[in-house]
């Protein structure tokens, strides 16, 4: 009987130690995923988990942004910066996917990134905000010609999906692109503009 009994404590401290040793082996492994979380985005002052919710959020920005530009010309990509998380650099596809600082970016090809991101922020948002009009103010002076009936084409499709686009501008050549039109005239060079006659309220 003695025997007996001693077996059973003996099998109990046992199956004890499993479940403690398992249970510490789960806590451990709990504390090292808990801990290489802190070292991704855990600090003090929450810079480095808001550093990183924006990072996510850029991601999103950029691969928007990708399709816009795969739309309007093709050529040209975003990416984030791996020395920097919240920095954009371009690919140029047509230059041996060709790493491109922004600051390099002629006005015609800063004109096409800005515009890819406009509209891909319009995107981003709209599952919040109701975005029903675009306004762009100027850029489309850099263009060429080519480049700038195909950034017009864009805007066009915008336009026929139910959006409203006013557009800003100088350049003769989008006169007869754009039928809807308001003319503003300067006055002596001084800084000051009015409506053209056609327009002006009596």
């Known amino acids: ?25 789960e806590a451990a492994q709990l504390a090292d995923d808990w801990g290489y979380l802190n070292s991704l985005i855990g600090s003090s002052t929450g810079d480095r988990f808001r550093k990183f ?6 991601d999103n920005l950029v691969w928007l942004a990708n399709q816009q530009l795969n739309r309007l010309h ?35 090809e800063s004109f096409l990134v800005s515009l890819a991101l406009a509209l891909a922020l319009s995107d981003l ?3 919040k905000t109701r975005i029903d009009s675009l ?8 263009l060429d010609s080519e480049t700038l009936d195909t950034a017009l084409d864009a805007l066009d499709a915008l336009n026929a999906s139910g959006k409203i686009i006013g557009v800003i501008s100088h ?17 002596n060079g001084l800084g000051y503009s009015r409506l053209d006659k056609a327009f002006a309220v009596e």
């Open 53 to 58: 919710a924006q990072g996510l959020t850029l």
């Open 74 to 108: 093709g050529r040209y990509l975003l990416q984030r910066k791996a020395s920097e998380a919240l920095e954009l650099e371009v690919v140029d596809t047509w230059q041996a996917d060709a790493v491109r600082d922004t600051r390099t970016l002629s006005g015609g």
């Open 135 to 142: 306004f762009l103010d100027e850029g489309f002076g850099t």
């Open 171 to 187: 350049v003769e050549a989008m006169k007869d692109r754009i039928p809807v039109q308001i003319k503003v005239k300067k006055i």
């Open 1 to 25: 009987m003695r025997s007996a009994s001693s077996s059973g404590r003996t099998q109990r401290a046992v199956n004890s130690s499993r479940r403690w040793g398992q249970q510490i082996a």
């Open 125 to 127: 948002v709209s599952h």
